[in-house]
């Protein structure tokens, strides 16, 4: 299993773990659910080799150390601990890259304070800004997202998710990306980070709090992911994803919403992993994406 070296990032009072490799400009990962930090192993050596420092630290929650003591998972505070983070590096402008709720967090920050970015890319989740429409044109996105609407029920949905050493995770992972293999030895290390206390209720957190549409944070966090995204923008979906249906693309990615320029790339054969189960394909797209609009 690779490894790679370790650093911690600070936003307010929480801590969060971070792997890191190469030096250079800075390119910020950000894992999704049900994921950790080691969801872009498979890029950060790419990254390196192109002359770029790779970072990717656990999201908000998924350890002791970077859970809230209010309970704050809307999209907007996902969003400043990204800021914060730069802030912690002394970074100015910086890439990032996103999967699943990374790729969430990486339009709303990218809304919050374009100014700090030079490219976003976004993988297996498309602009939440015309979702809604999108869901009209293929309703059966209801149906892969079961999983939001079955988090709502608290205590049984953690227990459902947590029973027989987090197999539901493992349904999710079959699900999603159909046909992959994924290595033993990654969805041990994912088991690892959600058996922390408090990490399931946190990642659960990020759906229950979708759901809440009226506090302060909410609202904010509806403008955010509602806005256009001012930065340039590489947005990859996998042909065969179990989760996000790709056709949702062609539905809801605008060029109009991209003001700064936006390409889309469908990759035949891969799931809602496809990061990870198809590294030879995306790496490419990615560093050229982040070549391409490096200073």
């Known amino acids: ?25 800075l390119v910020l990962c950000l894992h999704g659910f049900p994921d950790g930090n080691r969801s872009f192993r498979e890029q950060m050596p790419a990254l390196a080799a192109a002359g770029y420092k790779a970072v990717a630290p656990f999201l908000r929650g998924y350890e002791p150390s970077s859970q809230p003591k209010d309970g704050g998972y809307h999209v907007v505070r996902l969003a400043e ?5 730069l802030d912690d590096l002394k970074a100015d402008k910086v890439h990032i890259v996103g999967h699943d709720w990374g790729a969430i967090v990486g339009y709303a920050a990218c809304t919050l304070a374009p100014q700090r970015f030079k490219s976003l890319t976004t993988i297996a989740v498309p602009h939440l800004r015309r979702m809604n429409a999108g869901i009209r044109e293929h309703p059966g996105q209801l149906r892969n997202s079961w999983y939001m609407l079955f988090f709502q029920l608290r205590g049984f949905a953690d227990f459902a998710v947590e029973r027989q050493d987090f197999a539901f995770i493992e349904r999710l992972w079959r699900d999603w990306s159909p046909g992959w293999n994924y290595p033993k030895e990654e969805m041990d290390e994912v088991k690892k980070a959600f058996r922390q206390p408090g990490v399931l209720k946190a990642a659960l957190g990020y759906y229950r709090a979708l759901f809440d549409l009226i506090s302060p944070a909410a609202r904010e966090s509806i403008r955010l992911t509602s806005a256009k995204v001012q930065v340039p923008t590489l947005a990859l979906t996998g042909e065969t994803d179990g989760c996000m249906d790709t056709r949702l693309y062609d539905a809801v990615m605008y060029e109009s919403d991209f003001p700064k ?15 990870q189960e198809k590294p030879d394909k995306v790496n490419p797209l990615i560093v050229e994406w982040i070549k391409k609009h490096s200073d």
């Open 81 to 85: 601990d990204v800021i914060g983070w």
């Open 1 to 25: 299993m690779r490894e790679f070296s370790k650093t911690t990032l600070h936003a307010g009072p929480l801590a969060f773990s971070a792997l890191t490799e190469g030096e250079g400009p």
């Open 261 to 275: 320029g936006l390409k889309m790339e469908r990759l035949a054969g891969a799931g809602h992993f496809l990061h």
